[in-house]
């Protein structure tokens, strides 16, 4: 994979990274954020294929969800650890290293051995033995698919296909416009080295039946908020419970209502027993990202959430502000 030359200190990270990786001695953990994505499991299969491919020693433990279950092997992906095996370095992927509470499979709180972060978010505090984090990057797979060609493997379909799957997902089938050039061009190389995208999609097109059975549920709280440029909706356990659903099948909804003409921010409010989840996805110059940072959360400016330990009319309480100070703020870059 070649790298991207006009940014050497990119180049430079993800070549110290590929050193720490091949220098270290022994076993892999492979880690990335709770409720995995397609770029988190697809970052993890890859990466966690090409070191056994250099037939070193890996655990990943990661749980997917329902609609992605179809692409790991079984015995590919393993139980949550504890204690990390002795000797391990840590590779967490997808997720700042330094946010225990969102890196899944282990507690990193109590690891000190040496830890490997590829990442893509702007929040990232980029403290780690070796760390590649590039808010430019719209998928961590992008940096992972680097660091695999500076460890020297080469790109097969088995460790292409989830690579391709972490770029497919995180921008939204190439629609978003955190797509580069040198997305495509990382793209074209896992297809010219066998990446599954038509079985990909058509997998990831399939939804179970509660899916759409809960969908007439959520749509029924449906909301147009400031002349339209908000659309809002929520679900609870009790209309799960009514569709046999489970969370999974909310997943995919805040995407939908993003379609929602005219719209410039999708919120889906989870209301769970103890807290209330947010996904938000947005369009054009509002953010996403300043709505979930206002309420404790981060993410991506299109793409961002938030977990709040709050009820129902607090989080809404602090949400509706959110949105209208970040309205306002889009509103007046537009007028500069």
């Known amino acids: 994979m070649t ?29 990335a ?22 037939g070193r020693e890996v655990l990943a433990p990661l749980t997917p969800p329902r609609y992605l279950s179809f692409l790991p092997r079984e015995g590919e992906l393993c139980a949550p650890l504890d204690p990390v095996p002795e000797g391990a370095m840590l590779v967490v992927l997808d997720v700042d290293n330094n946010d225990p509470a969102r890196v899944a499979g282990v507690d990193i709180s109590a690891f000190q051995g040496p830890v490997v972060n590829l990442d893509h978010h702007g929040t990232n505090a980029r403290r780690a033995s070796a760390c590649v984090v590039d808010p430019d990057k719209p998928a961590a797979a992008q940096i992972v698919a680097d660091v695999i060609g500076a460890l020297g493997v080469p790109l097969t379909e088995e460790i292409a296909t989830p690579l391709m799957l972490g770029l497919n997902t995180d921008t939204g089938g190439f629609r978003f416009d955190s797509v580069t050039p040198g997305t495509f061009e990382c793209a074209a190389k896992l297809r010219a080295a066998g990446a599954r995208i038509g079985w990909l999609n058509d997998q990831l097109g399939q939804h179970p039946r509660s899916y759409y059975l809960l969908l007439r549920e959520v749509l029924g709280t449906l ?27 909310v997943e995919a909804y805040v995407s939908l ?47 961002a959430g938030a977990t709040v330990l709050a009820p129902y009319a607090e989080v809404r309480a602090a949400l509706d502000a959110a949105i209208t100070a970040e309205l306002a703020r889009a509103a007046g870059e537009s007028l500069a």
């Not at 954020?33 to 250099?54: K, M, Q, Y």
Request: glycine content about 12%; hydrophobic content about 45%; aromatic content about 4%.
């Open 257 to 303: 209502l993003r379609g929602a003409e005219g719209s410039q921010l999708a919120v889906m409010l989870k209301e769970y027993p103890d807290r209330i989840k947010l996904s938000l996805r947005s369009r054009g110059n509002v953010s996403a990202q300043n709505v979930a940072v206002k309420l404790g959360g981060g993410g991506h400016v299109p793409a």
């Open 33 to 54: 954020h709770e409720n995995p994505d397609g770029d988190a499991l697809g970052s993890v299969l890859g990466l966690t294929r090409a070191l056994r491919a250099l």
């Open 223 to 249: 909301e147009f908020l400031h002349g339209g440029r908000v659309v809002l909706a929520r679900v609870d356990e009790a209309m799960l419970a009514q569709a046999g659903a489970t969370w999974e099948d």
């Open 3 to 31: 790298l991207n030359s006009a940014n050497p200190s990119y180049d430079r990270d993800v070549q110290w990274a590929a050193a720490c990786l091949l220098d270290h001695p022994g076993p892999f953990v492979v880690v």
